[in-house]
């Protein structure tokens, strides 16, 4: 298949997931168009399948605000032209979904027919999409998608709940690329985080308030206590000043170390032995599945669609949103001995296996098989 796909270049889940995909289904053999307004990181090297469109704007002094959809439609309708696409899969409905509608209707309009697959990935639906200044554009774009996904059960359900869905939606979970995320040994790098044999205690994001990022160092603080240890921050956003502020007024700076964005996270998540992601809201929350993947046991909040992915008391556990005591009761119940821990490892593992790309992709081409087969 021609695929073209359409995402935020970004370090967010929704970014990753689609670039990921993009990358695996092009070593399937499929050739993949991705277009955005920056070159996603994981694109860098040439791949044999992989093409990128830049969409640019353009400057002039009306405009306050680029007018960045327009140049989004006219660069979709000219790759699907031009490259003959056979199928759009566009990643975070606002404000790909609308903007795929347009154009889509501009290529009718030249007697060429696209299908698009909207994948809902989170905050589209939950934080920003139900907002009133976007909610009547999301649920039109959902309802005319063509094949519509979600990352969850749960994701799923709240969009039926938010908006008048007249369109099936059909559940893909994230994934993970096990050539990558396997547990490396990084024994040399646990010595520099931890030379005393501390545990490692992680967590990545980007910092935003729905992360409750607070938690994690206030579960942390208190684990701490109990279990020599230190804490990783990885990632970076709007929260990270009040973080580090919140580091210093507890004196804990020695023990936490801010990490910023990074590129190979499975190696930092190689040498932890916790991981914590106690987010008000979550849809899937692929950070957790890339710790399981390195067999790093969850400590969760049980919002979203987290209870789908950690299993309470099996791969962590999962606890109400703010219940800091009770996740650092249980990171300390995991922590404590070695034969518990391995005991949630081996767990965290088995159960992240299940999510491998190699059993997630076929159902996104069966899926897009489906749209096509349908129009
Ligand atoms: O919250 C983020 O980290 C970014 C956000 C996005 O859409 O870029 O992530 C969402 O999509 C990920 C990939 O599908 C999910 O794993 C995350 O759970 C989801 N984040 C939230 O729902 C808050």
Redesign the pocket.
């Given at each position: 298949m021609n695929i073209g796909i359409v995402c935020?270049p970004?370090f967010?889940?929704?970014?990753?997931?689609a670039t990921e995909l993009g990358i695996a289904l092009s070593k399937k053999g499929h050739q993949v168009h991705f277009m955005t307004y920056k070159r996603p990181a994981r694109l860098t090297p040439f791949m044999e399948n992989v093409f990128y469109h830049e969409v640019s704007t353009y400057e002039y002094p009306l405009f306050e605000y680029k007018p960045y959809e327009t140049a989004l439609a006219s660069k979709m309708v000219d790759v699907v032209l031009h490259e003959n696409l056979d199928i759009l899969h566009v990643h975070?409905a606002i404000p790909h979904a609308a903007v795929a509608y347009m154009a889509q209707q501009i290529l009718k309009s030249r007697g060429k027919f696209i299908p698009i697959v909207t994948t809902l990935?989170?905050?589209?639906i939950?934080?920003v999409g139900n907002d009133p200044a976007f909610s009547p554009v999301v649920e039109f774009s959902i309802n005319f998608s063509n094949g519509v996904t979600a990352?969850s059960n749960h994701?799923r359900e709240a969009t039926f709940d938010s908006f008048n869905i007249t369109n099936e939606i059909e559940v893909i979970y994230?994934f993970i690329d096990f050539e990558r995320f396997n547990k490396i040994d990084k024994n040399h790098f646990k010595m520099a985080i931890s030379p005393n044999g501390e545990k490692i205690i992680a967590h990545t994001?980007?910092f935003?308030k729905?992360?409750r990022v607070q938690d994690v160092i206030m579960a942390f603080a208190k684990i701490h206590k109990e279990i020599p240890s230190k804490l990783l921050l990885i990632g970076d956003g709007p929260e990270r000043n009040n973080l580090e502020q919140l580091c210093r007024t507890i004196g804990l700076c020695d023990h936490i170390r801010f990490l910023g964005k990074q590129n190979a996270v499975e190696e930092l998540l190689a040498v932890a032995d916790l991981f914590i992601i106690p987010?008000e809201?979550?849809?899937?929350?692929?950070?957790a599945l890339e710790a399981m993947a390195c067999g790093v046991p969850v400590i969760s909040s049980n919002a979203?669609?987290l209870p789908e992915l950690n299993l309470d008391g099996k791969t962590g556990y999962t606890l109400d949103v703010g219940d800091v005591d009770g996740m650092a009761e249980k990171g300390i119940y995991i922590l404590k001995d070695e034969a518990t821990h391995t005991q949630f490892s081996e767990a965290a593992y088995a159960h992240a296996k299940t999510f491998d790309i190699k059993n997630i992709l076929p159902k996104y081409e069966a899926y897009y098989e489906k749209v096509i087969e349908k129009m």
């Open positions: 935020y970004t967010g889940g929704s970014g990753v997931v975070y990935h989170g905050t589209d939950t934080l990352v994701l994230n994001s980007n935003r729905v992360k987010s809201n979550e849809s899937f929350g692929l950070a979203g669609g």
